[in-house]
């Protein structure tokens, strides 16, 4: 039972009130009343106070549509699994996921299922083709989880929670996880303060254009992973504003194919730590403006825009960046950036920029503070690919021992200046084919001894050495 508390104060003459809510159709006021006087009594109301009461709320369900081409017979039967030759069935698992955690939902104490409105009792039920089939669940006990709820329902095609009491799942981990027909879902009124994972809870929803979240309280959701991964058609998305507590975002919009605008400006990122591949994919991004993101907690950026095709504008001037690892990868493929203002990175634990901006075939200028990570590590192809590329800066405060260099700057055909102070070679570092295809290099500033390791690399290839000082 979902219990609703509320507080009601009347004025003066009861009856006169009850006229009025007629007068005016406020039902929910008369609902109340009328409550009130069945309970309490019109002689203990006592005018100008209020009255706290109870109202018991029944219902407990959820409302789905689904979509059917073909005559099919409906069995719902525990454990029913189709063979090769029953193309015309539908078991409840095309409804419902019963494994795993969720097997104890086909427990009769628990769960009423209607398709078409007709209460299921048998184990068989007839549709008509091309007959869209309406199911409602109705639940005799509050699930604790909806994790795998609709799992890989893929003939599911609308669903409403509105009616749905989830006042204590804490957990909704792939909850519509490749619900490849799904397109719109009613998450008003769904009550989600307990909930804790929210993982992959729309990932392959490839038929979903636009959710709105921004009702839902997530302030105690720790992971968003993958929660709209691979969601092909997505054009709008609002988000909740209360992510105090999240931790990992990674994979979270990535595939999003369709999605052109995004506003992050009320998302609280201050306690995550992944952002891996959180936008990778998102090939319409035309603009990013993530100046409100608190990254301080963040370790791996790896992948996180790569292959924005269309992203034109990105803001991270906020970006704090001393506790990233990993940033391989992090602008890949972003063919269409042009200028890209770093200069709030701070790289003391960056390990990994590998293919950092690696096919950003616009990429005209980067603008650098300084490099002040000790333990970088792998640089190989970090600029590579990037065709109207001038000039790169990289100044190290500290000495610094990189053991991959190679392809670091390879078919950057523009490039005319690089600055690369402060670092000293490994006895084994790679270096292969690390200025391959700079035809246009005027001069390069080196420490002597890592001038001396490139040289060797580029005697069979490269004509000018004369432009190392």
């Known amino acids: ?20 809510c ?5 039902y929910k006021k ?35 549509t689904y979509y059917s081409n073909e005559k099919k017979d409906i069995y719902l039967i525990e454990n029913y699994e189709k063979n090769n030759d029953d193309s015309d069935v539908i078991s409840l698992n ?15 104490d628990i769960i009423e299922i209607y398709v078409n409105g007709n209460k299921i009792s048998n184990n068989i039920y007839n549709i008509n083709k091309s007959e869209e089939i309406k199911v409602k669940f109705k639940f005799k006990k509050l699930l604790n989880s909806t994790s795998y709820l609709f799992k890989n329902c893929y003939c599911l095609k609308t669903i409403d929670l509105s009616s749905f009491n989830s006042k204590n799942v804490t957990s909704m981990i792939q909850m519509f996880y490749n619900c490849g027909s799904l397109e719109s879902v009613n998450l008003k009124n769904l009550d989600t303060k307990n909930v804790i994972k929210m993982r992959s809870m729309f990932m392959h929803c490839a038929s979903l254009k636009s959710i709105d979240l921004s009702k839902l309280n997530t302030e105690n959701v720790n992971s968003m992973r993958e929660m709209f991964c691979g969601c092909l058609n997505l054009k709008s998305i609002n988000l909740p504003s209360s992510t105090y507590n999240l931790q990992n975002v990674r994979h979270m919009f990535s595939g999003c194919n369709s999605l052109k605008d995004l506003d992050l400006s009320k998302f609280h990122t201050k306690n ?7 936008f990778s994919y998102c090939k319409s991004l035309i603009s990013l403006n993530l100046s409100s993101f608190n990254t301080s907690k963040v370790e791996s950026m790896s992948s996180m825009f790569e292959c924005c095709y269309n992203l034109k504008s990105i803001n991270l001037k906020s970006f704090d960046t001393n506790y990233v690892s990993d940033m391989s990868k992090m602008f890949e493929n972003c063919m ?15 390990k990994n ?48 021992k990189v053991s991959n260099m190679s392809g670091m700057f390879k078919h950057c055909h523009s490039l005319k200046i690089i600055s690369l102070k402060s670092i000293y070679p490994n006895f084994d570092i790679k270096t292969e084919d690390m200025l391959c295809g700079c035809f246009d290099l005027e001069k390069i500033n080196l420490d ?22």
Request: aromatic share 10%.
């Open 30 to 64: 008369r609902a109340e009343i009328d409550y009130v006087l069945q309970k309490i009594g019109q002689e203990q109301i006592k005018i100008g106070h209020p009255i706290e009461i109870n109202i018991e709320n029944s219902v407990n369900e959820i409302n789905c």
């Open 272 to 278: 995550i730590y992944s952002m891996d591949y959180m």
């Open 94 to 108: 095309d409804f419902i996921q019963d494994k795993n955690e969720n097997k104890h939902l086909l427990d009769k």
């Open 448 to 469: 002597q001894r890592m001038i001396n390791v490139i040289i060797k690399d580029l005697k069979n290839d490269f004509k000018y050495l004369s432009i190392f000082n």
């Open 336 to 350: 269409n950036l042009e200028y890209l203002d770093l200069s709030s990175f701070k790289n003391k634990n960056t």
């Open 22 to 26: 007629l007068l005016i159709k406020d």
């Open 353 to 400: 920029v590998s293919y950092m901006f690696s096919g950003c075939t616009n990429l005209k200028k980067v603008t650098f503070s300084t490099f002040d990570s000790d333990s970088m590590n792998n640089m190989s192809f970090m600029f590579s690919n990037c065709l109207h590329l001038e000039e790169v800066k990289l100044n190290f405060s500290k000495s610094n």
């Open 1 to 20: 039972m979902n219990n609703k508390r509320i507080n009601t104060i009347f004025y003066g003459n009861l009856l006169q009130e009850i006229i009025d």
